[in-house]
Structure formats: C-alpha cells, structure tokens
T-cell receptor, first 113, second 115 residues
Framework: GEDVEQSLFLSVREGDSSVINCTYTDSSSTYLYWYKQEPGAGLQLLTYIFSNMDMKQDQRLTVLLNKKDKHLSLRIADTQTGDSAIYFCAESGVSGGYNKLIFGAGTRLAVHP | NAGVMQNPRHLVRRRGQEARLRCSPMKGHSHVYWYRQLPEEGLKFMVYLQKENIIDESGMPKERFSAEFPKEGPSILRIQQVVRGDSAAYFC?????????????FGSGTRLTVV
C-alpha cells in the first residue's frame, strides 16, 4: 500500500543548511509536497514538485526528487529560528479521479543558536 | 478571500457526548477532505466529500463517525459517543474541482479533547 516515511527529528544550528529526507512507496505519485506545521497551527504548503522533475528551487528551499529510489528531500538554506516546526512530506496520485494526499509522520526541526 | 475556516478551534467533550466539527472551504472550492492527527503523529486521511456526496470514506472508523457536505453550509464531521481515543486534532482541507498541482489548502484545525 501507500506509505511515506520520514526521520522524526533534526537539529541544526542557526545559519546552517537543513536537509529533511522522505521516502515513499507509490511509484504512480503525480506530485510530492512539503508542508510546514508550526505549534498549534494548521499545515502550510511550502512547495511541491511534479514527478517528472528532479529539482525545484524556491528562494531558500530546494527540493530534490530521486524517482528511481522514491526519495524526496527538502533543503532549507540559512536556517533561521523561525524555521523551527514540523515538516511533512506528502505524496499524491490520482486515485478514483482525485488527488489523495498521503502524509509522512513529520520531521521535527529544531534550530538552535 | 478567506482561507479554509474551521470551528471551533478547541472543543472539550465528556466521554459519551457528541462532537460536531465544522469546515467552510475556500471560496470556489467544492472538494473537502478531513484528516485526523493524533498526538505526535502525522495526518491520516478520513474522508473526501463533494457537495452532497461522499466520494471516499475509506479512512473513517466504521462506527460513531460520520461526515456530510450539504448543498448549503459547511461540511460537518460528527463523532457520536466520544471516547478518550478520539482526542486529536482534526484538519479540514479544500481544493478546487480540478484538483491539480496546488495540493490542498488546510484549515487551522479543531483540537478535540475528550475528558
């Protein structure tokens, strides 16, 4: 079945780069997403990548997709304390005529001075 | 253009009571999805609805849980006879009819506590 896995914790120093990794199982996934959740808040869409792309860059965010290994990563350059949050990887494929998002358990990013 | 609106933000219920969670999708969005987030876990799909239709309820518990999205008004997730294990954050998301690359827009969630 569909499954998305992420490491649970990542701790980085302010100003360093953060790399959050994700693996997924559904090879038919059309889009892959990264969402950010701050404490007590909902999910904010950070970025997404279409499955026929290898890389997407958006300001401090770089998404890398290795479709062969079903591996997705999110790199945050110059990590700031405001980046401390839980980051969710999600995959979607058209199933039954609609996009259904399957989420990983989330990676908790802690940024320290 | 308001985003996805969920209310209440926090809900406390005693065991055995009913919980009603409401979700108003973004303007122009006719697809609604409900997800549940247990403490320290990711989001689990519950149900997908369009106006007056349940399209996919494969993630809904078989008993006590129901969802609707009427022609007028918000989508409602209803939990009857709540138990402690129902304590979680319930998120609603909406998308336009075409779905597409943009993913969903999520609400801020309703945090249900069963005491």
């Amino acid at each position: 079945g569909e499954d998305v896995e992420q490491s649970l914790f990542l701790s980085v120093r302010e100003g360093d780069s953060s790399v959050i990794n994700c693996t997924y199982t559904d090879s038919s996934s059309t889009y892959l997403y990264w969402y950010k959740q701050e404490p007590g808040a909902g999910l904010q869409l950070l970025t997404y990548i279409f499955s026929n792309m290898d890389m997407k860059q958006d300001q401090r965010l770089t998404v890398l997709l290795n479709k062969k290994d079903k591996h997705l990563s999110l790199r945050i350059a110059d990590t700031q304390t405001g980046d401390s949050a839980i980051y969710f990887c999600a995959e979607s494929g058209v199933s039954g005529g609609y996009n259904k998002l399957i989420f990983g358990a989330g990676t908790r990013l802690a940024v320290h001075p | 253009n308001a985003g996805v609106m969920q209310n209440p933000r926090h809900l406390v219920r005693r065991r055995g009571q009913e919980a009603r969670l409401r979700c108003s999708p973004m303007k122009g969005h006719s697809h609604v999805y409900w997800y549940r987030q247990l403490p320290e876990e990711g989001l689990k799909f519950m149900v997908y609805l369009q106006k007056e239709n349940i399209i996919d309820e494969s993630g809904m518990p078989k008993e006590r849980f129901s969802a609707e999205f009427p022609k007028e008004g918000p989508s409602i997730l209803r939990i009857q006879q709540v138990v402690r294990g129902d304590s979680a954050a319930y998120f609603c998301a909406s998308s336009p009819p075409a779905g597409g690359a943009g993913g969903y827009t999520f609400g801020s969630g309703t945090r249900l506590t069963v005491v």
